[in-house]
């Protein structure tokens, strides 16, 4: 099963930045698209952003212009630049990739552990 490790979340005042990194462990030939969901306590996990290879970012209304998804030249890492933070960003923030392709086969729905993010007031 493919790895996908997140980094970057912490605490953080109103306001502030932070920036989440999300990279697919293993050999990867390429990945689908890569995305952002996050999950609140007590709510359901909701879409943050996505971002295909080729393709234009797609933003939750919450996120935009706020959050900047990006992903690297090789596509098997995806990033979240989160500015101007709220309160109510906070939250597990959950890093997803589909059609992932690896030397032992094709995965979908890969899902990363995540990573807290926090906002104080």
């Known amino acids: 099963q493919v790895q996908l490790v997140e980094s970057g979340g912490g605490l953080v005042q109103v306001g502030g930045s932070l920036r989440l990194s999300c990279a697919a462990s293993?050999?990867?030939?390429?990945?689908?698209?890569m995305g952002w969901y996050r999950q609140a306590p007590g709510k359901q996990r909701e879409l943050v952003a996505t971002l295909a290879p080729g393709g234009t970012p797609n933003y939750a209304d919450s996120a935009k212009g706020r959050f900047t998804i990006s992903r690297d030249n090789a596509k098997t890492t995806v990033y979240l630049q989160m500015n101007s933070l709220k309160p109510e960003d906070t939250a597990v923030y959950y890093c997803?990739?589909?059609?992932?392709?690896?030397?032992?086969?094709?995965?979908?729905?890969?899902w990363g552990q995540g990573t807290q993010v926090t906002v104080s007031s």
């Open positions: 997803y990739a589909d059609r992932v392709v690896t030397t032992v086969g094709t995965f979908n729905d890969a």
């Open positions: 293993g050999t990867i030939f390429r990945i689908g698209v």
